[in-house]
């Protein structure tokens, strides 16, 4: 039984995930990064890191495959990315308890995200392709950083939001 509720759980965040991606991709990185680490944070808070990985691992290759990422070599940096931004706001926010420390993890997940993708785009990406677009360079750099916190302000307040009307993680 926990396992279905699991899969569930990350099947919706997932799906989530792949609308705000694909029926918002026309507004591009300033709508769709931000609605996107909000599933992922969000996930993270109401399912768990190993769900929230999952999710941060799918959605980059969908991207992909719907030509929302035009850089396949790409792909794996910004899963990672997703990754370490969910790990770090997991740990910080997990071992620190109180609600300050929701807000630091989310302010440290952001700020590690955005400097991995940062020297990753600009020092390891560069090993794999022999020139990597401006465009890509500039979307994979500062742009993360505000992305990511956005989207984590954003799932803080909706998960608040969700305590308000006694909604109860063990239920969802």
Avoid: D, W
């Avoid at 991207?63 to 990422?69: L, N, R, V, Y």
């Avoid at 994979?140 to 993680?169: C, D, H």
């Amino acid at each position: 039984m926990k396992n279905t509720v699991f899969i569930t759980r990350t099947a919706i965040f997932l799906a989530l995930a792949l609308v705000f991606q694909i029926y918002f991709r026309t507004f591009a990185q300033p709508v769709v990064g931000p609605l996107v680490n909000f599933v992922l944070f969000l996930t993270t808070m109401l399912v768990g890191i190993t769900s929230a990985i999952i999710v941060g691992s799918l959605t980059p290759l969908i991207a992909f495959s719907f030509g929302i990422m035009p850089l396949f070599p790409v792909v794996p940096f910004i899963m990672v990315g997703n990754i370490l931004m969910v790990a770090i706001y997991y740990f910080i926010s997990k071992n620190s308890p109180g609600y300050l420390s929701t807000f630091l993890g989310v302010l440290a997940a952001a700020f590690g995200k955005f400097l991995f993708l940062a020297l990753a785009i600009r020092y390891v990406a560069p090993l794999f392709l022999p020139q990597v677009p401006p465009p890509i360079v500039q979307a994979l750099s500062l742009p993360q950083f505000y992305t990511a916190l956005t989207g984590g302000i954003l799932s803080i307040l909706v998960a608040k939001g969700l305590e308000r009307v006694n909604f109860k993680k063990e239920t969802f």
